[in-house]
């Protein structure tokens, strides 16, 4: 899980990575760029020149891809971060027990019972997985939670319902929209071809392609283009 002073070390490697002094970038030959980036270089009657070149790029690409991900990362993190006590191993386990400060009340209702809720999650804590869930899997936490809605007293009253609605109600947050973009930038080259008469199967050779080697061969044959320019 990503922790918000990973994000913290990141965002002060990405403020050194073009200072003149104590930069935080590797030197482009001790850069790993692959092992499919190195052969299909070989392949190419590229100077060493171009090569540099290339790399030099591909390092940009690579800080530029970082920079753009750390900016898109909530600034909540810190509160996302508590969601891992709702884990089925967090919630059974003995020791290690979280106290009301731990919780993510900020996805709760506004009207929590905030003390019932922490009561009914030392009673969880009591019980064993199997009398949960079975012999389903433990990792899945969703799961986890829909059982233990589900679990009654003799009066058929829930035993965790504070505790049960308050966990699937985080569970449920959408903590990134990458799935939707991903769609819709799909859907939008499917409708753009679709418009200009394409096949539809140009879109999803592009979908499929191995984004590493269409980079490097556009970074190559501009490397190319560049030199038969500078040689007129």
Known sequence: MLHEADIAAVRRALEKAEAPFENSLLLQDSIDFGEKFNELLAKRSVSANKAKEVKQRCTNFLVRLVKELVDRLPVNVSVVEKIDVLSPNRCLSTSN?????????????????????????????????????GTASPNDIVNFWVQVSKMQNAGGDPIFKDLAEFSLRCLSLPLS????????????????????????????????????????????????????????
């Open 177 to 232: 929209n990458a799935v939707v973009e991903r769609i819709f930038s799909v859907m939008g080259r499917k409708m753009y071809d679709s418009s200009r008469g394409c096949a539809s199967t140009s879109t999803a050779s592009t979908v499929n392609v191995d984004d590493g080697e269409v980079i490097l061969d556009a970074l190559l044959l501009l490397a190319a283009d560049e030199a038969e320019s500078e040689c007129i």
């Open 97 to 133: 027990k979280p106290n009301i400060d731990d919780f993510s009340w900020q996805f709760g209702e506004p009207n929590i019972d905030k003390e019932s809720t922490i009561n009914q999650f030392r009673t969880l804590s009591t019980m064993r997985i199997k009398e949960i869930i």
